[in-house]
């Protein structure tokens, strides 16, 4: 909830004690970083927009999380946040990204062609093919803190990139706020409408405020390539298809992420990003590639064996219902993509993925016949 | 602590700006100081001009959206209370919540006293719309808990089967809760929860703080229907007033249990005095003495609630200003409730129904929550007094009903004015 420039000078004269959230019952990334000293460091900061500590954790502090699902619990309101509040996120980037230190680099690479193989995975088994990402626009505040007036621009700024798309990525706009309903029943059979989110990790944070205004979904004519403006981040660039060929919608989605960022870029409005944290989004958990790339495979057998989570683990992959996240898989079919963001590019993940889908297929055929897979257990990646 | 006072953050200079790189360009929303500050009131944040800022409330049906003219907006955009709360803090509840088409919800929020006084621009005609007329430049808000002063009052328990009133206040000096800070809610906590323990006799009674509570205790004040959740409704949660929960939030009641206080939740304080049957008069003398005691027992420590002649009791929702007070009962009313003429009967008594689980609930069988209508403009006495000869009147109703006679719509009290 964004308040006033000066609630915060306001709350300064309450000790950092007395402000100082409750987190004794509180299991997330956010509540295992803070201390009091940090809080008393950082207490009269601001980023240069006006985003406070308070702000940042808000959604933490209002969230407590769950014995075992692991939430991050902060926020970011624009780009400095991860500079001015470094002393609570660097460590919560670091537990949350793999031990990724405030001094490591990361590596962007959206060239396609680096990634080998991938238009082979066995459509018998992986039923559609997806890969999606974030990205931020320099110089505006993120969905916590966005104002109705900059948000209003991100969404002028981002009908006019994607309405200059042309051939295989010309499209249309479709805004939340003035849809008709055929419109909004078309994207729903389609799979592709989102909603005013419920989730509360969400709404705490303040990205709910002024909902359907400035939000809107743009999708080529194909049905392959689609955007979503300003629901938890700026921008989500999704490309996907039915089937099994990673690597054309790998191919998709370089290709169509840089001509909208060439159009972004024409009027000096680039993409958030820097050399340590890669491209700069809401959660800090999408920092890096902030990339998902992932399939809905077919994995009856090797769900129920013993190995699976172990296997997922070596392969650096997670698995997820095919509602998304927080979702149960049903009748074998499961969502696989690649659980790293940061520190790795995004080919190398999107290969993690190729690779490991393709490895559990044939592990799958190995159970269906009455094998075993114990000697093709992956080593650790 | 009394006082009051606007500090006007005027952006004059920027609005100069503004108007000179073309303030209608969307895409240009000037930035002003990209250096780095800290513990600064400046911000850097891209601004825009106020029209680009103004909600679209096309779809919105709140007193709110009703009022909230381009040329207010922009008149009040840049100001903000002592503790920095903003216009737009006040409204958000309303721009996420476009309404209802039948039920008219106020949409907008105070955070502080003084958000009455920065912001009365939109806050007048939203007071007036809702109050029945009632101007706050220049009328007065009588208040009156002289509980001696009410008639009758213990009604027919073959009808009616509990009574209750309640109220709320907030303590002076500290922020509502859509912008109290943490440690200023769990002053609240403790200003109240200390004067609360200085009640005696009949009012005797024990805190239970919502993070300390055992298991249960929990499920004592559930069975018990005192316990109240985490708001759930997007009215609530989007004005901020859920944020840290639940700390600094608790109930405490009287261990006779007819005597209740709510921390922290819609309001700083909210008050209850209930009891099975139809002993309306006790209920609200219990009612007046609690409150006064409640008092009292703040005073003595250099508290005070926030009052003033113009508004009354000050409280977080205008829906809420004046008494605060929602004076009711439980009322089984078979034959009555079945009359087309009931809600016109209902209307011109200034009484308004819900269903027996509160605001936004269906009526179980034919047993109503009966309660007054309004709030602002008429003194608490005054209000319960029209509880009291409004149930008398329907209990009339119903045993004429059932004896086969026939019923008259009463003439319609006056509202204010």
Request: aromatic fraction near 8%; glycine fraction near 8%; proline fraction near 5%.
């Amino acid at each position: 909830m964004p308040f006033g420039n000066t609630h915060n000078n306001y709350k300064l004269k309450f000790s950092a004690e007395d402000e100082y959230p409750d987190l004794s019952k509180h299991n997330n990334h956010m509540a295992k970083a803070l201390t009091l000293d940090i809080y008393k460091k950082l207490r009269d900061k601001q980023t240069p927009s006006g985003f406070t500590l308070d702000d940042v954790i808000q959604t933490g502090v209002d969230n407590p999380g769950h014995p075992f699902i692991m939430t991050v619990g902060c926020v970011a309101g624009d780009e400095e946040t991860y500079e001015v509040f470094k002393d609570l996120l660097d460590p919560v980037i670091q537990d949350r990204h793999g031990g990724y230190k405030p001094t490591d680099k990361h590596k962007t690479d959206l060239n396609f062609e680096n990634l080998k193989g991938g238009d082979d995975l066995d459509p018998k088994y992986v039923l559609s093919s997806r890969v999606r990402t974030g990205r931020s626009i320099i110089g505006y505040t993120l969905p916590p803190h966005c104002s109705r007036g900059e948000r209003r621009a991100i969404e002028k700024m981002s009908i006019e990139a994607l309405s200059s798309l042309d051939g295989e990525f010309k499209g249309k706009y479709y805004p939340l706020k003035d849809m008709s309903d055929k419109e909004q029943q078309q994207l729903i059979d389609d799979h592709f409408l989102f909603d005013k989110p419920v989730s509360p990790l969400l709404l705490a944070s303040g990205m709910g405020r002024d909902w359907p205004d400035a939000r809107g979904i743009w999708h080529n004519d194909n049905k392959t390539f689609l955007v979503w403006v300003n629901e938890e981040d700026h921008l989500r660039v999704i490309a996907m298809e039915k089937g099994g060929n990673m690597k054309e919608v790998f191919r998709r989605f370089c290709v169509g992420l840089q001509k909208i960022e060439a159009v972004f870029k024409k009027h000096n409005h680039g993409f958030m990003w820097n050399e340590h944290l890669g491209y700069v989004l809401t959660c800090p958990s999408n920092l890096g590639t902030g990339l998902r790339g992932g399939v809905h495979v077919k994995l009856p057998n090797l769900s129920k064996h013993a190995k699976f989570e172990e296997v997922l683990n070596r392969l650096r992959l997670q698995k997820r219902g095919t509602g998304g996240v927080d979702t149960a898989a049903e009748g074998g079919v499961f969502d696989i993509s690649n659980a790293d963001r940061l520190g790795f590019s995004e080919v190398e993940q999107v290969q993690m993925v190729v690779d490991g889908v393709k490895l559990m297929i044939e592990m799958e055929k190995k159970l269906e016949k009455g094998g075993s897979i114990d000697d093709m257990v992956p080593a650790q990646k | 602590m009394a006082s009051t006072f606007t500090r006007v953050l005027s952006r004059k200079k920027t609005v100069g700006i503004l108007s000179l790189v073309g303030a209608g360009s969307l895409m240009t929303g000037y930035l002003i100081n990209k250096d780095k500050v800290h513990a600064s009131a400046q911000s850097s944040r891209r601004r825009y001009p106020a029209s680009a800022e103004y909600p679209d409330l096309r779809k919105h049906n709140n007193c709110m959206a009703s009022h909230l003219t381009p040329a207010i907006y922009a008149e009040l955009i840049d100001k903000a209370t002592p503790n920095g709360f903003t216009l737009d803090q006040c409204i958000q509840t309303g721009v996420d919540n476009p309404g209802h088409p039948f039920i008219k919800t106020v949409g907008m929020v105070a955070g502080d006293e003084e958000s009455y006084q920065v912001f009365a621009e939109l806050f007048n005609p939203v007071i007036k719309e809702r109050h029945n007329g009632y101007d706050p430049q220049i009328m007065r808000h009588p208040t009156d808990l002289d509980a001696s002063k009410i008639r009758s009052g213990v009604f027919d328990e073959r009808y009616v089967l509990s009574s209750r009133v309640r109220t709320g206040r907030s303590i002076r000096g500290l922020a509502l809760p859509p912008a109290c800070t943490r440690a200023e809610r769990r002053e609240v906590e403790r200003v109240v929860a200390d004067a609360l323990s200085g009640l005696k006799e009949d009012l005797l009674g024990r805190y239970y703080s919502l993070t300390e509570m055992t298991e249960k205790e929990q499920q004592q004040l559930i069975d018990d229907h005192f316990l109240f959740d985490k708001p759930v409704s997007p009215l609530l949660t989007c004005s901020g007033m859920a944020r840290d929960w639940p700390d600094a939030r608790g109930i405490w009641h009287n261990n006779e249990k007819t005597f209740l206080v709510w921390v922290n939740e819609e309001d700083h304080t909210r008050v209850i005095s209930m009891e099975k049957g139809g002993n309306m008069k006790r209920v609200f003398e219990r009612f007046c003495k609690g409150l006064k005691e409640v008092e009292r027992l703040i005073k003595e420590k250099g508290w005070e609630f926030m009052w003033n002649e113009r508004l009354g009791y000050v409280l977080t929702c205008p829906s809420n200003l004046g008494t605060g007070l929602r004076a009711g009962v439980h009322i089984s009313l078979p034959r009555l409730s079945k009359d087309p003429r009931f809600p016109k009967i209902l209307d011109n008594l200034r009484l308004q129904k819900r269903g027996t689980g509160g605001v936004d609930t269906a009526a179980v069988g034919s047993t109503f929550d009966i309660s007054n209508l309004d709030r602002l403009g008429k003194s608490e006495v005054e209000l319960v007094q029209t509880v009291i000869d409004g149930v008398n009147y329907l209990v009339e109703c119903e045993k004429r009903l059932e004896k086969g006679q026939d019923i008259k719509i009463p003439p319609p009290l006056s509202q204010i004015k």
